[in-house]
C-alpha cells in the first residue's frame, strides 16, 4: 500500500478534528505514544505470525520478505492513529484496512483449510497481541506498571479499539487474568510454518537487502530485548531463544535507550527511519496540538460522522482547511 494514510493526511492537510476515541488523559495515551511502543511493535509482528492463518495472509498480502520495512511502518501507522489520533483519522485507517485485508484470501498451505486477513479470530489475535505487547513492554521497558485503576481503564480501552477490526468486542480480553486465559486457548493452535518463520526472522533482525537502513538498524539494536519478553516456548519453537543471562543484561541496557528516546527530538529520528508514515500523528502530540472540538466520540459516533456511508456520493474525502 503505496497511497498516504490517514496518519499521514492529519499533519498534510486538516487540523486534529477532536481528542480521538480515548484522550490526552487515557492510559492509552500514555502507553501508546511512549518509546516503549517501538519494541512492542517487533514483539507484537513476532507474536502475531505464530497464527498460521494470518502468517499465510501476510505472506500473501504484504510480501515481506521483500518488504518488511512496509508491514512494520503501515502496523505501526495504523496502531499508533487508532490509539492517539483524532477519531476521523482512525475511521479512515479501519476502512483502508478492511478493504485492503479483503483481498488477502486463499488455502493455508500446512492444513489446506480457508483463511482471510478478515476474519474475526485472526483480527482478535492481532488485536490482543499488540495491546498486550504495549502493555508489557512500558512495564518492564518504561515507568512500570500501571495503577489497578489505569490497568483496568486500559483494558476498557482495548475492548472500544476492537471495534475498527472485524472481531467481537465481546471476545475481546477484559483483564490480564483474561488475556492469559486467551493465550492459554489460542496455544493448541499457534505453529510456525517454513514461510512464517523466514517472517519472524525478518522481522527480529530485518536484512539490509529487504529493509530501510533505519528498520535494519533499530531490528537489531531491538531485538534482544524484544525477545526477551517473549515466552519461552515460542522463542524455542521459532528458531530464536536466548539464554537467560541475555534477558536479565538487556534490560538496563533497554531502560536507558527508553529514557534518551523520550527526548522529542530522538523519537522522531527513530520513528522517522523505522516507520515514517507514523511520524504526523506522534508530530500532532509533540506539538500539543488542540483540536477543532474537545471531545472524544465513540467508534459508533465517529463512523456516523467519517466513514465511506458518511462521505458525498462522489465518494471523495471531505478536505477541511489548515
Known sequence: ?????????IG??????????FGPDSPTWRVWSH??????????????TFDPFLAAAVHQQNKVRYNAAGRFDRTIQYFLTVAVGDSRAAIEASEILMRV?????????????????????SQLWIHVTGWQSNLLCYERYGPGPLSAADEKRYWEECVIAAELQTCN?????????????YYAAMRPRLCLSESAATLVHYFLRTPRSQGALGLWAGSHLMSAATIATIPRWMRRLGGFDQP???????????RLAV??????????????????????????????????HAETPTPAE?????????????????????
Open 35 to 48: 518509546p516503549t511502543a517501538i519494541l512492542a511493535f517487533q514483539r507484537s509482528v513476532v507474536v502475531e
Open 12 to 21: 498534510k492537510i486538516r487540523p486534529r478534528e477532536d481528542w480521538g476515541l
Open 169 to 181: 468486542p465481546a471476545d475481546v480480553p477484559r483483564s490480564r487474568a483474561e488475556v492469559r486465559e
Open 101 to 121: 485485508h479483503a483481498k488477502a484470501a486463499g488455502t493455508e498451505p500446512v492444513s489446506g483449510l480457508p483463511y482471510s486477513a478478515n476474519d474475526p479470530a
Open 244 to 254: 537467560a543471562a541475555l534477558d536479565a543484561a538487556v534490560v538496563p541496557a533497554a
Open 1 to 9: 500500500m503505496t497511497a498516504i494514510g490517514p496518519a499521514a493526511r
Open 302 to 322: 465517529a463512523r456516523r460522522r467519517y466513514g465511506r456511508a458518511a462521505q458525498p456520493a462522489t465518494g471523495a474525502p471531505v478536505a477541511l482547511a489548515g
Open 259 to 292: 529514557r534518551a528516546a523520550r527526548l522529542p527530538a530522538v523519537s522522531r529520528m527513530v520513528l522517522a527511519g523505522m516507520a515514517p508514515s507514523a511520524l504526523p500523528v506522534m508530530n500532532q502530540l509533540h506539538r500539543g496540538e488542540q483540536p477543532l
